[in-house]
């Protein structure tokens, strides 16, 4: 299973890169803006950054809506780095845009998806990833991970090559959960990802090896 943050924080970013475990990054505008990055020529360079922190690929996401827009924005975001996912929300434009980057080898993340019907359409349309959000899907009484579970079944049994890239993960459980049922991805802030090393076991017995050692 992959790792991918999901952030624009550059240090956050480097921070769980020097851990030696991430595999990508992904964005959407709200992080960005999280970040304070305004103006389009400071949000093109911040992807760059982005691209020479990791060694893995980092989703940028498109503002248009409509299918020309999408294209030309995605080629250009595209263009930008290898590294570049253009990253296209679930809308019947995205999915036309989706084809046409797939169909010219340009990889895309499917975006704000909540069914395993759109998955079905993403995975058909060639998506990279798929990116369905499941601590949105918990805040409204829905199972997340169950979605999961579900898009990883159909696509195995129709061996789509479309990644699963679970997102909107809120806590460290969600990830184990993720990685129980399939998911070939995780993005998730660093929080999170941290918090999968803690065990007050390990706090305990590391202290008590070390008391030991002393007294040898
Ligand atoms: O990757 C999608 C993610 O950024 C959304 O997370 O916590 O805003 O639902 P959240």
């Known amino acids: 299973m992959k790792f991918f943050i999901d952030t624009a924080n550059l ?12 595999d990508g990054v992904t964005t959407n505008p709200s992080l960005m803006a999280k970040e304070g990055i305004k103006g389009q020529d400071n949000i093109l360079k911040h992807y760059v950054d982005i691209c020479n922190i990791v060694d893995g ?14 294209v030309k924005e995605g080629e250009a975001l595209s263009a930008l780095h290898p590294q570049i996912v253009v990253k296209v929300p679930m809308i ?10 797939s169909d010219n080898g340009i990889k895309t993340n499917c975006t704000l998806v909540f ?20 601590g949105r899907l918990d805040d409204v009484s829905t199972d997340g991970v169950d979605l999961i579970a579900q898009i990883a079944h159909i696509y195995n049994i129709y061996d789509f ?20 049922v399939g998911a070939d991805v995780v993005t998730c802030p660093l929080k999170p990802i941290l918090g999968l090393l803690s065990h007050p076991l390990t706090d305990i017995g590391l202290e ?4 030991d050692h002393k007294k040898a």
Do not use: W
Request: hydrophobic share 50%.
């Open 92 to 101: 019947k434009d995205g999915i036309k845009a989706i084809r046409h980057f």
């Open 161 to 180: 090559k479309t990644e699963v890239l679970a997102a909107s993960i809120r806590h460290s459980m969600h990830i184990v959960k993720c990685a129980e």
């Open 11 to 22: 240090n956050e970013i480097k921070e769980a890169n020097d851990l030696g475990i991430l």
């Open 115 to 134: 069914s395993a019907g759109q998955a079905i359409l993403a995975a058909k349309a060639g998506a990279t990833y798929v990116s369905p959000f499941i």
């Open 57 to 70: 690929d980092v989703s940028a996401e498109v503002i248009a809506t409509d299918y020309e827009g999408i």
């Open 208 to 211: 008590k090896f070390l008391a």
